[in-house]
């Protein structure tokens, strides 16, 4: 890592830098960027993000439940927005078409996606519920994407995860319960070990 | 030459060295699709003035390569691998997988905002991200769903290469690396996660180990010498070389750090490979070594006996492609294939075989090996170690069965 300091931005605008394969710069004459994290030097470019905007573009949903907004929704006011605004692509139920598959679990919460023909839904493979708040808040429903209010998310994710089982029919969905569900699949993820040389992984 | 070449004729072997002269031209004679019409004469080019030039260059009408549009949701593209040359896809042909469509955005009104586990929370104009000094590489990009119809032992066999596999491109791209915005924005030392998050309508965004960034990734901004397309990701993308196409996320928007994924949609649900042993693997980046004979490939027909010569793609997201192996027989022997200099890393690798087809009925197979040493398994091996319907990352052997009548089919075994 370096921690050569910019001498002026003048320099940086005229020098000739090119970093090379391994990060380093090449020319050793002139001033570097910072390699490396926790580096003071700056090129200058760029200014300070305002609260308001991070603010406007940070709705992102952590598996922890970070970034759950306020609201709640019952699983009956869940459903009547399933109906009006998720069921032509998803069927009146959750299993329906012509998009994805959203209802259904495997009996005894198996996970045989590798060897046999079964289709995956929110029930039987999604590891967190959080993703799916995040997921609908953002990008649902497919011909208004990002328009549903977060009250009719938490409706929506309510009408999903009953039509999962997962809650009961009378439950009330907020960011407790979103954060708190252990999601049947949850423990099914493992790292990635592929990591070249002979073995087939 | 690999330790079974030596049961490879000796002829065929001495066509494999002669083959980066006459192959381009013997295969393409060979083509059965009647491109024969190109060479009815026209009046004399010397005897008539010249067309004058233009502001922008065109195709000669006689060349119509085209992608091949799906109906998936979102949108799909594939790249006519059978009909390109060298190792770069051109713009216009390079595939594409959306998510939700190809959004506009005017390049005054982009901005990238970097937070989170930051010194200080920044924004960054296009021109901004121009300014910072540059980078320009050579790549392969990879849907890591490409090529699942090769995933069978009993696969279709009137596919193409561009309809089986052609989720794959190759271009140079040029941008900042994501190291030298990381550094303006003093990103903390105790972040291991960034999202990377696209303004399009699906809003996609993935979760990126900051080593990646501390490596090679870059926020690119031109392809193949201009403005990157609308289609892939103007006015700027996230480029993981190496790594599956999804997490390229285009039309960036914001890189948020963290010490923690954050289970997007795309990382769960999707683009996660599930096991035979009843696990997924999560996060599973980089595209293993593949390799693909472009040509002879379905639905050319070879006319006859004579020269043929093979040639195709190979790719890693190791590294460099070490060798390239060809079999004529379905894989019971294998010889070294040429491999067009300079072999790039994580980039698409030419590779060229000569053969004198006798007539008889061959099975072509091509089988990349990476610089780690990792072999192209076949679809029994990779079946074997994850399932047979396990998902995503499709590198097994790819052949191609030509019968006596010269057409040719697709099969892996």
């Known amino acids: ?201 | 030459m690999t330790d079974s070449g030596d049961s490879i004729s000796r002829r065929s072997l001495l066509a494999g060295a002669a083959a980066a002269a006459g192959s381009a031209i013997t295969a393409r004679v060979l083509r059965a699709d009647g491109a024969e019409a190109a060479a009815q004469a026209g009046p004399d080019p010397t005897k008539v003035p010249g067309d004058r030039p233009q502001v922008l260059g065109s195709r000669s009408p006689h060349e119509t390569p085209e992608k091949l549009i799906s109906s998936s949701i979102g949108g799909v593209t594939r790249t006519p691998l059978q009909d390109l040359y060298g190792t770069i896809t051109p713009a216009d042909l390079h595939f594409e997988r959306h998510h939700h469509g190809i959004p506009r955005i005017e390049p005054e009104a982009y901005r990238l905002l970097i937070h989170g586990m930051v010194d200080r929370p920044m924004v960054f104009t296009l021109d901004e991200l121009r300014r910072f000094p540059s980078v320009t590489r050579t790549y392969f990009l990879e849907c890591s769903g490409n090529g699942g119809a090769g995933y069978s032992e009993t696969p279709r066999a009137d596919v193409s290469p561009q309809q089986l596999d052609g989720l794959l491109s190759g271009s140079e791209w040029t941008g900042v690396p994501v190291k030298t915005l990381f550094a303006e924005v003093g990103a903390h030392a105790d972040a291991s996660w960034f999202l990377a998050e696209g303004s399009d309508a699906a809003v996609m965004a993935r979760s990126v180990p900051v080593e990646k960034a501390w490596d090679d990734a870059l926020i690119a901004y031109a392809q193949n010498g201009e403005a990157i397309r609308p289609e892939q990701g103007y006015p700027a993308r996230l480029l993981l070389p190496g790594w599956e196409g999804n997490a390229n996320v285009k039309w960036v928007r914001r890189l948020e750090l963290s010490d923690r994924p954050f289970m997007t949609r795309d990382e769960t649900s999707r683009y996660s490979d599930p096991l035979k042993d009843g696990t997924a693997r999560i996060f599973s980046f980089e595209m293993d070594a593949k390799s693909l004979i472009t040509y002879p490939a379905h639905p050319v027909r070879l006319e006859g006996p004579g020269w043929v010569g093979i040639t195709g793609y190979a790719w890693t997201g190791r590294g460099r492609i070490a060798r390239v192996e060809l079999s004529l027989d379905g894989g019971a022997t294998w010889a070294s294939a040429s491999l067009q200099e300079p072999v790039l890393p994580k980039a698409l690798t030419r590779f060229s075989f000569g053969w004198r087809w006798d007539g008889e009925p061959a099975h072509l197979m091509s089988r990349a090996v990476d610089e780690t040493g990792y072999v192209q398994p076949t679809v029994a091996e990779m079946q074997a170690a994850r399932g047979p319907r396990s998902r995503y990352h499709y590198n097994t052997i790819r052949g191609w069965k030509v019968g006596a009548d010269g057409t040719i089919g697709f099969a892996t075994v």
Not at chain 1, 23 to 50: C, M
Not at chain 1, 130 to 142: E, G, S, V
């Open chain 1, 1 to 201: 890592m370096r921690a050569t300091l910019w001498l002026s931005l003048a320099v940086a605008l005229t020098a000739c830098v090119s970093i090379d394969e391994s990060g380093d710069v090449a020319d050793s004459s002139t001033p570097a960027p910072i390699e490396g994290p926790g580096g003071g030097g700056s090129f200058g470019f760029g200014r300070t993000a305002s609260a308001q905007e991070i603010a406007a573009l940070d709705i992102d949903v952590g598996p922890d439940g970070a970034g759950l907004p306020a609201g709640r929704a019952t699983v009956d006011d869940g459903l009547a927005i399933y109906q009006a605004r998720c069921a032509v692509c998803h069927g009146v139920d959750g299993t329906g078409g012509p998009n994805d598959v959203l209802a259904g679990r495997i009996p005894g919460d198996g996970f045989p996606f590798a060897t046999e023909a079964a289709r995956s839904t929110v029930g039987n493979y999604w590891p967190y519920a959080t993703t799916l708040f995040d997921y609908i808040r953002k990008a649902m429903p497919f011909d208004a994407p990002g328009s549903l209010t977060d009250e009719e998310v938490y409706g929506a994710v309510a009408a999903i995860l009953y039509l999962n089982e997962l809650v009961a029919a009378d439950a009330v969905v907020d960011s407790a319960t979103i954060a708190g569900l252990v999601m049947p699949a949850r423990d099914r993820f493992v790292p990635d070990d592929r990591a070249g040389g002979p073995t087939i992984r």
